[in-house]
């Protein structure tokens, strides 16, 4: 039997005119023994699900829904026999702030008081308890008789949670221990929390932003998201496969979790009101017309994984079965460039196709952006076959740059010639509305729009800027799929790292899926999401970009981690007997920093 | 207004190019616009009409006849006025339709392929192999002297080498992913034609429709001076035959003004055309530089 049941939790603040609702049918439990993990962003209701369970929020939050303890409903329990309940059976650490704890009276004594109060200790038993309970938080017992302004944000967090385990609760709810403490202070509550579970079998939740602090700890995740459950279910499905653009997104920001990539955040801030739709609805990178009618309820989705999404969660914007394509050599022979390829592109993520010269790369970009006719297979992007529609004619559809910013542009065309090209193909827009296009576009690239420019021939232009002319050209008819194609092998590496960012951060602002193809393993961990390796025309492994460079299965995905050349201050391993991959400084420099 | 400002440009680049001849090309130039204007302003620049005896037979040149008179007492200056018309028009004539020819014949090659490709380029080897200028004699002997037969050899014989050039320039610009970048953008044939293949093409092809003219000037001289002309036709090259025809010219002082002025007219004019060809030459010659295939 579940130790806390909490269905339908619903809690709004009633302020001078509006009505917040900050809490929007929350259900969930928790079994004796586990630890639930509640994320989110913040206001995004978690510290509010947290109070209305320990009935501390007070006259002006109206809460409904049931919540049950120990079989017991403890939603309309009175604040007398609430009282009993708390610190004794649910115990919560607050978030470490200095208005916590009572500034005029020392720490020492401040932890000792709920268990004088509730488990009917005496004075002198209590202080020795308190004593106990310091040293085993890491602190030193001398700090007992030190008032809270005397103490650092990291010791102050250790008194709070001394204090919550005063009266060894069998339910502990922890609300943003780590925002504030060290990393040090961080593994050390980590290490404290896991022993307590362990030990005595305390149920907990942590509630906190910190995704691999939670991850670290609980068996199960709750992703919040404007008071509402966007997904949940075990903590290791989830993080390796988010299911909801949300988890997604937070995945993502999440530097431990992507060690080697840059930390993009979500785009847009947390929606103020949407009473109708989805609450994602505003940032979401999927949206459809649902979505903003009405909200989306959770569903299962196998696994113990619920999901709230209308679209069932991350929609596979582009599938490709068994692709096969053969080029015929001048003497007669055939090259088979791809042999049975397969992949799935979600939405808004960026795939990293990563593979040596003359793998099939190239070849799969362009089968994959319709300009190759496979031999056999099909493409299907949402839900057309690509070989049949016009993906590249119409806004929304798929775009591709390509390698060369010297040849991808004629020399001959202005820049506005060059970046306005489809518009004036497919006689979208008046020329004014075609100018106006290009010269937002362009500033999405960050190239100048001054008339100066635009009427610049392309041949007086630096391959960054010819590149970023390409980019915007294909940006240009607002793709939801972008097929990068080394897009910056023929750059040198600053100007390859401008472009290389200036493409994620577009990505990540305007939520389009890319497929970047790369023989650099090293620049596509900073972007790539998800990594496919490619090996003579066939797609050897694929999987999270962290675990694909961490743990490659392949002999050929091994290879190419093993193939990177370290700086000179790393080692070099000349000829390693056995060339077991596993050993080369690359991946255990990984796993150090992990 | 489309056209207007493709001329616009085209007088732009024109202008452009010009400032970047050469001394010789710029007089090249000159040259050329000399020659077009007196064959233009033939009728009233020459005085007498070339064709009627204005004159005593062989007069030496006087002020009444400014380079003398041949056999029959025709005015030379009014027939090197004429003469110039003759060898521009058939030289023009048969470069711009062996250039234009050859060079729309080198895009469909090049833009088909295949079959097309391969029969077009077959027919090219064939007439590259040939040896022209005999086959030249034999055929316009065969068919008869007239300008129209003229032309029609000389062409035949020249829109072979445009076609080959503009097939390899085609088949470069090509493997520019621009192109593949224009087709994904839906681009219809005609576009990539209009916007990326005409343009990148027509410099190169403007040079070979130089070389052709000069080629054609040369033949047609040829064959006139062979008698193998039209004999009712006035040009330089007739003018030659005639002279070279008449007998024991070297014995006599006739040829200074008879001989003389057709030559160096001729060679006047192959010289500016050759000056303007090397010149253009050498300023498109990057793009010259690119072109690759067969």
Redesign the interface.
């Known amino acids: 039997m579940a130790l806390l049941e909490v269905t339908d939790l619903k809690c709004s603040y009633a302020l001078d005119e509006a009505c917040v609702r900050a809490v929007d049918g929350i259900s969930f439990s928790v079994n004796p023994g586990e630890i639930i993990g509640i994320v989110g962003e913040s206001g995004s209701g978690k510290t509010t699900t947290a109070l209305s369970i320990m009935h501390l929020l007070g006259d002006k939050a109206n809460v409904s829904g049931k919540i049950v303890y120990n079989g017991q409903d403890i939603s309309a329990l009175p604040e007398k026999e609430m009282d009993r309940l708390r610190w004794t059976e649910i115990a919560m650490v607050f978030q470490n702030g200095l208005e916590v704890l009572n500034p005029v009276m020392t720490v020492g004594t401040q932890v000792a008081e709920p268990m004088q109060k509730h488990c009917n200790i005496s004075p002198d038993a209590a202080k020795v308890r308190c004593a106990d309970l310091f040293s085993k938080v890491g602190l030193d017992r001398s700090w007992m008789d030190a008032y809270p302004h005397q103490l650092s944000g990291g010791m102050r967090q250790r008194v709070l949670l001394a204090m919550a385990l005063s009266c060894d609760p069998k339910l502990l709810i922890l609300d943003e221990v780590t925002s504030a403490v060290d990393a040090f202070t961080r593994k050390e509550i980590r290490e404290l929390l896991y022993d307590l579970q362990c030990s005595r079998g305390m149920s907990m939740i942590i509630i906190s932003h910190d995704l691999s602090f939670v991850s670290s700890l609980a068996s199960n995740l709750i992703v919040l998201y404007s008071g509402r459950v966007v997904e949940c279910g075990p903590t290791r499905a989830l993080i390796n496969g988010p299911r909801h653009p949300y988890s997604r997104g937070l995945v993502n920001a999440t530097p431990d979790i992507f060690i080697y990539k840059d930390l993009w955040g979500i785009p847009g801030d947390t929606a103020g009101d949407t009473p109708t739709g989805c609450p994602f609805y505003k940032r979401c990178t999927q949206a459809i017309e649902q979505c903003r009618q009405s909200p989306p309820s959770l569903k299962p989705c196998g696994e113990g994984r619920e999901i709230a999404c209308h679209r069932g969660g991350i929609a596979t914007l582009m599938k490709a079965a068994d692709l096969r394509f053969r080029y015929t050599l001048p003497d007669k022979k055939t090259l088979q460039a791809l042999d049975g390829v397969d992949l799935e592109v979600h939405e808004g993520e960026v795939l990293a196709v990563v593979g040596q010269t003359g793998s099939g790369k190239s070849t799969l970009a362009h089968v994959l952006?319709?300009?190759l006719c496979p031999e056999k297979g099909t493409v299907l992007f949402q839900e057309g076959n690509v070989h049949e529609g016009?993906n590249?004619?119409r806004f929304g559809g798929i775009?591709?740059v390509?390698?060369?910013p010297f040849?991808?542009?004629?020399n001959?065309?202005t820049v506005q010639d060059?970046v306005r090209?489809?518009l004036d193909?497919?006689r979208i827009g008046n020329p004014d509305e075609r100018l106006a296009r290009t010269r937002d576009v362009l500033e999405l690239v960050r190239l100048p729009s001054t008339a100066q420019f635009l009427d610049r021939y392309c041949s007086e232009l630096s391959g960054g800027q010819r590149q970023r002319v390409?980019l915007a050209?294909a940006l240009i008819?607002k793709p939801r799929l972008l097929i990068a194609d080394e897009i910056t092998s023929a750059l040198d590496v600053s100007t390859a790292a401008n472009i290389l960012r200036l493409l994620k951060g577009l990505q990540n602002r305007r939520g389009f899926a890319m497929i970047y193809i790369s023989h650099d393993l090293t620049l596509t961990l900073k972007i790539a999401d998800r990594i496919a390796v490619m090996n003579a025309g066939r797609i050897v492994e694929t999987g999270n970009a962290h675990d694909v460079m961490l743990a490659p299965h392949d002999e050929y995905t091994k290879r190419l981690v093993g193939s990177r050349i370290g700086l000179c201050c790393h080692e070099h391993p000349h000829k390693p007997e056995g060339t077991a991959p596993e050993k080369t400084p690359a991946v255990l420099s990984g796993e150090d920093r992990q | 207004m489309r056209i207007v400002s493709f001329l616009e440009d085209t007088a732009g680049s024109a202008k452009k190019i010009f400032s970047k001849f050469s001394i010789e090309g710029k007089i090249g130039v000159c040259g050329i616009a000399l020659i077009v204007a007196i064959a233009i302003l033939a009728p009233l620049i020459s005085g007498y009409s070339p064709a009627k005896i204005t004159g005593g037979s062989l007069e030496a040149p006087s002020s009444t006849h400014l380079l003398g008179t041949d056999e029959l007492g025709m005015d030379i200056w009014s027939q090197i006025c004429y003469g110039a018309r003759m060898s521009l028009f058939i030289g023009l004539a048969v470069a711009l339709i062996a250039g234009i020819g050859g060079g729309a014949l080198g895009i469909l090659a090049g833009c088909l392929g295949g079959t097309v490709d391969q029969l077009l380029m077959r027919s090219v080897d064939i007439l590259l192999a040939l040896p022209s200028f005999p086959l030249l004699i034999v055929i316009s002997a065969f068919m008869g002297p007239s300008i129209f037969n003229v032309i029609l050899i000389l062409v035949f014989f020249s829109w072979a080498k445009p076609a080959r050039i503009i097939r390899s320039q085609t088949l470069s610009i090509k493997t520019n992913t621009y192109i593949t970048a224009a087709k994904n953008f839906g681009a219809t044939p005609f576009y990539l034609l209009r916007r990326h293949i005409l343009p990148e093409v027509l410099p190169v092809l403007f040079v070979s429709i130089i070389s052709i003219t000069s080629y054609a000037i040369i033949a047609e001289t040829g064959l006139a001076f062979l008698g193998l002309g039209d004999p009712t036709s006035k040009s330089w090259g007739m003018m030659l035959h005639y002279a070279t025809g008449f007998k024991s010219i070297y014995f006599t002082p006739f040829w200074q003004w008879w001989l003389i002025p057709p030559l160096v007219a001729l060679i006047f004019l192959l010289l500016c055309l050759a000056f303007i060809g090397r010149d253009l030459e050498q300023v498109l010659d990057p793009r010259l530089r690119q072109a690759g295939g067969a």
Not at chain 1, 407 to 410: A, I, K, M, P
Request: aromatic share 8%; proline share 4%; charged share 15%.
């Open positions: 952006a319709g300009i016009h590249g004619h775009q591709i390509f390698q060369d040849t991808s542009t004629s001959r065309f060059a090209e489809p193909i497919n390409a050209r008819m």
